[in-house]
């Protein structure tokens, strides 16, 4: 996945700083492989590299501190994430800060401080969380889902159309195809 993701940010222009995108990477992999046990098939494994593609691809990123920050960042399975300590010799001061400001999906004031958020923090977080969506049909369904659909209707939908037309467009699919799920 890390040869992927440096692909395609050098093909997609990102032509400085990739070394910090390599690093993020490879400690980020490195907490999955502690978290989940090196189970690389768990669902959630590759969130690292999908959550930078997500960014690349679909949000046209070319921000190398708002994607080795990406990288690092997984508010849904905090025990997978590199701690802080280890960050801080891994990215540059401005992505500390951006990972830093991603708040975890249970925060109680998560809508305010996503909407109040800086650009970047709000692309990482939709990104993030996006990927996190893509894989729940991996695993089996939970009382949850019902809950995680009106999340999107209300916050990540709404969210994503104030700051990126294609991940609007993404998260609106997602909700069309997971709307189906859940009545079937």
Partial sequence: MEASVLRVARGL????DLEQLERAHRVAMESRDHAFGGDDHHPSYLHPGRTV???LRDAGV???????????????TPTACTPDSILIDVLSRRACVFRKQ???HTAPDLAERL??????VRLIALADHLDTLRHL???SPTDDWGDLYRDV???WGPLAERTDVELARRYATWARSFARRLDG
């Fill in 62 to 76: 070319l921000d190398a501190d708002v994607l080795a920050a990406a990288a690092v960042t997984d508010t849904r």
């Fill in 137 to 139: 049909h991996m695993l």
């Fill in 153 to 155: 209707q209300r916050l």
């Fill in 53 to 55: 593609l997500v960014l």
């Fill in 13 to 16: 222009g990102v032509d400085h």
């Fill in 115 to 120: 909407v109040l958020a800086p650009e970047e």
């Fill in 102 to 104: 991603v708040p975890p």
